[in-house]
């Protein structure tokens, strides 16, 4: 059985942290996505 999770959180301004970086989606834009190494 395959184990594939999917997660999709919204919140409103925390796109302003230091904690995203600008990743290309599917459709060529560039969306915030959030960078689990800007942690450490």
Do not use: Q, R
């Amino acid at each position: 059985m395959p184990n594939h999770v999917k997660n999709i959180i919204k919140m409103k301004g925390i796109t302003a942290l230091p904690l995203f970086t600008k990743k290309e989606d599917c459709d060529g834009k560039m969306v915030p996505a959030f960078d689990f190494n800007k942690i450490i």
